[in-house]
């Protein structure tokens, strides 16, 4: 049995427990339609936020690199209720060792897929910057 098919039966059962019918018209996909959907929410759990980073380059530039207002959704994983925002990201480039600006959406996005914890969201995309670049300061 796939993981998918695993999800499916839970959400089957879930229904199932809160008394309604799983097989009834409104219903009749809903399981597979959940399962899909979590897959998809959760598909930063297989990958690794500093893998985003493979391009770096060294740029005679010192100043500081923002990209701001990242929009954003995770779930938490206290209730597997969701959570959303805007996110910022800046750092301060050592040695001219500089991303492409896109890269630390992409990170972000990959970290909030998975369940999550505001903290510990941010700290995660912090040490993958952090792995990938050592720039002189961070701010997530």
Same mark, same amino acid.
């Given at each position: ?26 219903? /009749? ?11 998809e929410m959760f ?35 206290h209730h597997l ?10 750092? +301060? ?7 492409? +600006?896109? /890269? ?12 999550? +914890?505001?903290?510990? +969201? ?19």
């Amino acid at each position: 049995m796939t993981n998918q098919e695993k999800m499916e039966k839970a959400i089957y059962q879930f229904l199932e427990a809160l008394g309604e019918n799983p097989d009834r018209e409104g219903l /009749k996909d809903t399981p597979k339609r959940v399962a899909k959907m979590y897959i998809e929410m959760f598909s930063g759990l297989n990958q690794d936020p500093k893998e985003q980073f493979t391009a770096v380059f060294s740029e005679n530039h010192e100043e500081v690199v923002i990209v701001k207002d990242i929009p954003f959704y995770s779930m938490c994983e206290h209730h597997l209720v969701p959570f959303y925002g805007k996110a910022h990201i800046a750092y +301060l480039p050592n040695d001219g060792r500089v991303t492409g +600006l896109s /890269k630390l959406a992409r990170a972000f996005e990959v970290a909030s897929k998975r369940p999550q +914890l505001q903290e510990r +969201l941010t700290a995660q995309v912090a040490q993958a910057l952090e792995d990938a670049l050592a720039p002189k300061g961070i701010f997530v």
